[in-house]
């Protein structure tokens, strides 16, 4: 089998552990940049858990964004758009966030993706504060894991309409910053890990429920107490913050 799905699949189950509380059922997609055009992504439906290389879909990346950029697109010309894109078409039918994927791996330079539903960052996300708490640092590993800023979009129907607000977040956010972000959250809906290694992946999707797990207890103890905007940025910069940065993003 094609190394990038033995580890996708490797990856997808490892985020779908009951232990890490981070997606359940057909909840979560992943994919991986095949780095030839084309792109591994869940198959509609398969569920995380248990999934095999029949719950994988490979497909063009050029097709999909093409997909995007037509404005007059319904939900039947979504389906057969997304069946039009695959490498081969006895392959399963696409996840609907293909879109998503596709622009973070060719717009944001990313080569492996996990979507999921992480009970603590929903807690926060499904709340009337939204996103909002995750836009200041509370300690260093968040900042070393998940970057110095979140990307962020507000609720929006899954699939087409998500990925184009997906789409100008991530333009904002490349623009401003200069680097793609680690981690997009998405409100009402869950988080988007985007990492360069399967490894990078789990990382990033660790430390966030953590650090929302953090945020959830503040909240019982009369609120967050962020730190400076000097204090996080200090810790951006550190070298052995950078050290323990890489470490923990190598490939396994
Ligand atoms: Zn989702």
Known sequence: MDEKL??????????ANPAFNLAILGEGNT????????????????????????????????RVLELLDDRQLDDAGVEEGLKSSLVDSSMSKPSVETFLHALCIYEGGIKWIGHTHPISVMSILCSK?????????IYP??????????????????????????????????????YAPKLILMENHGMVALGQSPTDVMSISLTA??????????????GPRFLTGQQAKRIETRPDEAYRRKQISMES
Do not use: N
């Open 6 to 15: 033995t580890k996708l699949i490797e990856l997808s189950r490892e985020l």
């Open 31 to 62: 994919s991986a940049d095949c780095e030839d055009g084309t792109f591994w992504v869940k198959a509609s439906g398969s569920q995380l858990s248990t999934i095999t290389e029949s719950g994988f879909s490979r497909v063009q990346g050029k």
């Open 129 to 137: 504060e939204g996103a909002r708490p995750f836009t200041q640092h």
């Open 141 to 178: 590993d968040e900042i070393v894991g998940c970057g110095e800023m979140p990307a962020v979009v507000p609720y929006l129907d899954p699939g087409l309409t998500l990925a184009h607000a997906v789409r100008d977040e991530l333009r904002r956010y490349l623009d401003k910053f200069g």
């Open 209 to 222: 429920d953590k650090w929302a797990c953090t945020l959830l207890g503040t909240f019982t103890m009369g």
